[in-house]
């Protein structure tokens, strides 16, 4: 017969079982649900990635199973770093996201208490085999841990999104430079699947998005278009995105370091016109001066830009500035020649009056001597008087100009009895030969017609390059 202790201690362990089972359907039914809320994710992900029940090689059923598997894709723009017009690329830092829905992965969300699942390995599942056409260089970011992640939703939605950094090529139109708007691309493609198996498309609430502090240097993410660019090929036709970003150059940058400074270089080489005519090394180091600078200004432009076979608004500018500034030169030169040749005119008429004035004199002296000769045989040997004296000089003039002589009743039937009357037309008034008159030397007129020509014809084109490059749009089928 048991004893009494033995009764006692199957009581104890009876108890005991009781208890520990009320405590596990306690634990079960409204116990800490958390403490193995990640081990059932972990299940999960074995049960749906599991060998045995998933093979990523596979691509996901479209619409009916037999459709193509669509992807939906969106960017975020982080950073522009670099918009290079030489090399004609620029680096840009996105975050690509794709989402597609694959059926094999559907699981149960635990009465919507599992809301996804998030892997950070992208062997796991099937991935779309996207690529960047237009692409140089480009890397992921692994710091501290690679920046991606995947999420897996109870209804077989996927989600993959990573950080990448890329160099991609952007042929660029400068014809406009530096005026101008430049359109970059971001082309996205599948490589290996047609259409008839992948199709990628653009997500239909903000394809593309772009920080709040995106800062460029030079340039203006004016706006970005987003578009399909469908590629076929011997192999067949291929899904393809695009992304048309239009940078707007910033003037002011070029206004300041190229166009100011030009401006300038040209009004210095105008001094030289207000130079006296004789200051040959002033004028001479001044124009030689401006001449290089402006050269080296030019250099200095072109080696920010590739070389192009058309020419480039700027080119314009430098080379009409350097124009003028060559001009500047050549009118000194011609100044000086002109200053040359007013000394050897002004040498001649001192010569000439000096013979003029020698000849009268010998020739009064001869006139004197023949009169006195006359006065003292004329009446004796009835010689004729002596000549009489050279006329004038107006009216050997007179004497000479045929057509202002005319008769009174004018033609052939006038009266040729009458003695000529001589009518000298008026010479007419012109403002620019009295202005000019004042200033007695042709090198002194150069200089003076300089001051206001350079000036005005400068402004001229002023007015004709900013009216035509400033009103002038880029052509809409330019580079792509």
Not at 153 to 159: E, I, K, T, W
Not at 371 to 389: K, S, V, W
Not at 433 to 452: A, G, M, N, Q
Request: proline content about 6%.
């Amino acid at each position: 017969m048991p004893s009494m202790s033995d009764t006692g201690s199957e009581a104890a362990a009876g108890v005991g079982r009781l208890s520990a089972l009320l405590l596990l359907l306690l634990t079960l039914l409204c116990g800490p649900v958390s403490a193995n809320f990640r081990e059932r994710e972990k299940q999960i992900i074995d049960e749906i990635i599991g060998p045995a029940n998933y093979d990523k090689r596979i691509r996901p059923a479209g619409a009916n199973d037999t459709g193509p598997a669509v992807v939906h894709i969106n960017i975020m723009i982080r950073n522009v770093q670099t918009i290079s017009d030489v090399k004609m690329e620029y680096s840009i830092q996105i975050t690509f996201r794709e989402q597609w829905k694959d059926q094999r992965l559907t699981f149960d969300n635990m009465q919507g208490r599992i809301q996804y699942l998030t892997l950070t390995e992208t062997e796991m599942v099937w991935m779309p085999d996207l690529f960047f056409k237009n692409e140089k260089e480009g890397h992921f970011h692994n710091i501290i841990l690679p920046n991606l992640y995947i999420r897996i939703y109870p209804d077989g939605g996927v989600l993959y999104s990573i950080r990448i950094s890329l160099t991609l090529s952007c042929p660029m139109n400068l014809k406009l430079f530096p005026l101008d708007r430049q359109q970059c691309q971001l082309l996205m493609a599948s490589y290996g699947w047609t259409t008839e198996d992948l199709v990628f498309l653009w997500k239909d609430v903000e394809p593309v998005q772009v920080t709040k502090n995106l800062h460029l240097p030079r340039f203006t993410l004016e706006k970005f278009i987003t578009d399909y660019c469908n590629s076929k090929t011997n192999t067949g036709e291929y899904s393809c995105l695009r992304v048309d970003l239009v940078f707007k150059r910033e003037f002011s940058y070029y206004l300041i370091q190229y166009y100011i400074p030009c401006c300038m270089l040209v009004i210095v080489s105008w001094v030289s016109f207000w130079l006296d005519q004789n200051a040959v090394p002033a004028r001479v180091s001044l124009g030689v001066t401006t001449l290089l600078t402006m050269s080296t200004q030019t250099s200095s432009i072109n080696n920010t830009l590739p070389p192009v076979s058309y020419t480039k608004a700027i080119d314009v500018w430098t080379g009409v500035c350097l124009t003028f500034v060559f001009g500047a030169l050549l009118e000194f030169a011609l100044v000086n020649y002109a200053s040359r040749s007013d000394k050897h005119r002004e040498k001649l008429k001192e010569k000439l009056k000096e013979q003029k004035k020698q000849w009268e004199m010998e020739h009064a002296a001869a006139l004197e001597a023949a009169l006195q000769e006359a006065g003292e045989d004329g009446h004796t040997f009835g010689m004729p008087a002596p000549p009489p004296r050279p006329r004038r000089l107006m009216d050997l003039l007179v004497a000479k100009t045929k057509p202002l002589v005319s008769r009174h009743n004018g033609g052939m039937g006038g009266d040729k009895s009458r003695p000529c009357e001589i009518h000298l037309a008026a010479p007419r008034q012109n403002c620019c030969r009295t202005w000019l008159s004042k200033f007695p030397t042709r090198s002194k007129r150069i200089d003076v017609i300089s001051r206001i020509t350079f000036p005005i014809v400068f402004a001229f084109f002023n007015m004709a390059y900013w009216s035509t490059y400033l009103f002038t749009e880029e052509e809409e089928d330019g580079p792509k």
